[in-house]
């Protein structure tokens, strides 16, 4: 079944080339896989979700605030692509986490931030979930158990935070990928 289509412009090749560039020095963990893997894919998901080239630009931008300049990033990206790609970068962006703040406290505002949300940067944010549990259960698989001491929240928590997410996507924006979601948090679950 076709869709409209979608048409890149050179301001799509922009955005890869300035995502690539801001996230140079950046890796997934565990493998040394560039970051802009993930950016690729994340844009990959939303176009494939039926999302515009702003939509698709702002995946590639989605971690770029909060990974790369906060604020000043922000600033350059609404000067280079515009006030709509700024405005759904900073709904995808998670805010530094407050001393006073438990892990779960903070994740527990994350989700509400989400649930919140622009249908746009609740489908950008779900492409992200998505990719991120997709290649943690790949980690899972090459490397076992040990996996789980990589990540700041630990097995238990991360598995708790992906059950959440699970559960925020099917209420705000049931899906394919909200589907895929729901299967792979469960076989994290059950593998465990």
């Given at each position: 079944m076709k869709t409209n289509p979608v048409v890149l412009t050179a301001?799509?090749?922009q955005a890869l080339a300035y995502a690539a560039a801001l996230h140079r020095y950046q890796q997934r963990k565990l493998t040394g896989v560039p970051y802009v893997a993930h950016l690729m894919a994340v844009a990959a998901l939303v176009l494939e979700d039926g999302g515009g080239e702003i939509d698709a630009i702002a995946a590639l931008l989605h971690d770029a605030v909060e990974d790369q300049g906060g604020l000043a990033?922000?600033?350059?990206?609404?000067?280079r692509f515009g006030q709509p790609v700024a405005d759904l970068v900073w709904g995808c962006t998670e805010p530094p986490r407050l001393a006073s703040r438990t892990w779960r406290d903070h994740k527990r505002q994350y989700l509400a931030q989400i649930a919140q949300a622009s249908p746009a940067v609740q489908r950008i944010m779900l492409a992200d979930k998505l990719h991120n549990v997709r290649s943690l259960w790949g980690l899972l698989q090459?490397?076992?158990p040990g996996v789980w001491q990589h990540f700041s929240g630990g097995q238990e928590n991360t598995l708790w935070l992906y059950g959440e997410?699970?559960?925020l996507f099917e209420t705000v924006r049931p899906s394919w990928m909200t589907t895929e979601l729901q299967q792979l948090t469960l076989a994290l679950k059950v593998s465990d």
């Open positions: 301001a799509f090749d990033t922000l600033q350059a990206i609404c000067d090459q490397y076992g997410y699970a559960k």
